[in-house]
């Protein structure tokens, strides 16, 4: 069963805008990712946050993490009509040997209106 | 950069073939994944890989097996494929804990 569970299932917004986008999951976790996927190709890695951080940055990009409520969320800011993508969250569970197996969520479809 | 490379982008097979998806990467990763994405349901993974002959079944392995010779090279095997795998199939290979996709494989089973 999918762990990361995402909010909203789409997002429609006007270029220039923020989108934030947030992800929920349920046993704890070694890091949690953030990957995007144009329409019918491949997922590209964003970005990653460990556990111990609360806050990172990249570009356009800003990722938190709580870890008391087991939740994330990614802001994109002045998203622009190329941000138009599905975005998806993926944990790595803490503990044991997991061969860098991800848990994904079922995604955030996010269109950006020129 | 890494290149991760699928057989083929779209594929159409008839209930009951046997059905090869192969998936190749360059940068000598020791982890290979493969999943299925339908919508709704978003990535499942069927197999993964972390090892040359080493495999472990992922959520929902059922009606597939996998073949890993060579470190590079990751294939998925539907031995009688049904209409219930039609899908986009996603493969993946991993160095410290990123994940890195190939293009995928839309494939319509009728």
């Known amino acids: 069963s999918q762990q990361g569970e995402e909010d909203p299932q789409a997002l429609s917004i006007q270029e220039g805008e923020n989108a934030t986008m947030n992800c929920s999951y349920k046993t704890s976790i070694n890091n949690l990712q953030w990957y995007r996927q144009n329409s019918g190709r491949g997922l590209v890695h964003l970005i990653l946050?460990?556990?111990?951080?609360r806050e990172k940055h990249s570009g356009r990009l800003r990722v938190t993490l709580d870890t008391s409520k087991k939740s994330s969320s990614l802001l994109i800011t002045a998203s622009r009509a190329a941000d138009t993508a599905s975005y998806f969250c993926?944990?790595?569970?803490?503990?044991?040997?997991?061969?860098?197996?991800?848990?994904f969520g079922q995604g955030t479809i996010l269109t950006v209106h020129p | 950069d890494v290149k991760v490379t699928q057989s083929s982008r779209y594929l159409v097979k008839r209930t009951g073939e046997k059905v090869f998806l192969e998936c190749v990467q360059d940068?000598?990763?020791?982890?290979m994944f493969w999943y299925r994405q339908d919508p709704g349901l978003g990535l499942r993974l069927i197999y993964f890989s972390y090892d040359v002959k080493m495999k472990e079944k992922g959520d929902i392995p059922e009606g597939y097996s996998v073949s890993r010779e060579k470190k590079e090279r990751f294939s998925l095997i539907l031995e009688s494929a049904s209409t219930n795998q039609t899908s986009m199939y996603l493969c993946?290979?991993?160095?410290?804990?990123?994940?890195?996709f190939g293009p995928g494989t839309r494939l319509l089973v009728l």
């Open positions: 993926a944990t790595l569970n803490a503990g044991g040997t997991s061969y860098g197996k991800l848990t």
């Open positions: 993946a290979s991993t160095e410290r804990q990123t994940q890195y």
């Open positions: 946050i460990r556990s111990n951080e």
């Open positions: 940068m000598d990763h020791e982890n």
